[in-house]
């Protein structure tokens, strides 16, 4: 059993930055790959950003590509999403994921535990 607890959400202005943070229990996080969904108001969840066990694989949504950097620390049991240039867009609840595999991946059924979420708001 993998929990997973993000942090780093919050209000910041369009154009400023954010870096989410996710905690993972069990010793077993150096073998999972993780990914990064976000769910806004109304809307189903999408992928945002994945990485592969090592950290040298990395996958990003097409409307994150440029702006964010996903990056690993095995040693901390910690996934990190650096988020540049926000815009309202972007405002959403973000989720940690892990998945049973070394390989990244997109989907949202490839993963096997979720966080609950945290909270982010750009304002214009």
């Known amino acids: 059993q993998v929990q997973l607890v993000e942090s780093g959400g919050g209000l910041v202005q369009a154009g400023g930055s954010l870096r989410l943070s996710c905690a993972a229990s069990g010793r077993t996080f150096m073998s999972y790959a993780m990914g990064w969904f976000r769910q806004a108001p109304g809307k189903e969840r999408e992928f945002v950003a994945a990485?592969?066990?090592?950290?040298?694989?990395?996958y990003y949504a097409d409307s994150v590509k440029g702006r964010s950097t996903i990056s690993r620390d095995n040693a901390k049991n910690t996934v990190y999403l650096q988020m540049n240039s926000l815009k309202p867009e972007d405002t959403a609840v973000y989720y940690c994921?892990?998945?049973?595999?070394?390989?990244?991946?997109?989907?949202?059924?490839?993963?096997?535990?979720w966080g609950q979420g945290t909270q982010v708001t750009v304002s214009s």
């Open positions: 990485i592969s066990y090592s950290g040298g694989s990395t």
């Open positions: 994921a892990s998945r049973r595999a070394v390989i990244p991946a997109r989907g949202i059924d490839e993963y096997d535990y």
